[in-house]
Nanobody
Framework: DVQLQASGGGSAQPGGSLRLSCAAS????????IGWFRQAPGKEREGVSC????????HYVDSVKGRFTISTDHAKNMLYLQMNNLKPEDTAVYYC?????????????????????WGQGTLVTVSS
């Protein structure tokens, strides 16, 4: 069974950093797209970043470009999201997700309904 377990959320001040981790099991990164989504209170879930770990192709939502970095560790089956220069608008529950597809990742990131496997969320709060 595909399982995803996110961790690393917490509180940070504006300008601070956090690193989210997602432990994956039951599938190979070679065959699945993996990514991060977030959902702020009262808002729809949005794609933050995803990666094709076969070729290293990454995609980011415009609001996090230059601040967030997605990465994987194949040996440990781990997915990470390094979040720097955090802003209050980054406050949300963050989810890791996986989907058995490596095509059209930019479009797939824009539509959470196209992802079939989800971990539980981890809360990120950015405030002063």
């Amino acid at each position: 069974d595909v399982q995803l377990q996110a961790s690393g959320g917490g509180s940070a001040q504006p300008g601070g950093s956090l690193r989210l981790s997602c432990a994956a099991s039951g599938f190979s990164f070679d065959d699945y797209a993996i990514g991060w989504f977030r959902q702020a209170p009262g808002k729809e879930r949005e794609g933050v970043s995803c990666i094709n770990s076969n070729d290293g192709t990454t995609h980011y939502v415009d609001s996090v470009k230059g601040r967030f970095t997605i990465s994987t560790d194949h040996a440990k089956n781990m997915l990470y999201l390094q979040m720097n220069n955090l802003k209050p608008e980054d406050t949300a529950v963050y989810y890791c997700a996986a989907e058995y597809s490596l095509v059209q990742l930019r479009q797939r990131l824009a539509n959470p309904n196209l992802w079939g496997y989800w971990g539980q969320g981890t809360l990120v709060t950015v405030s002063s």
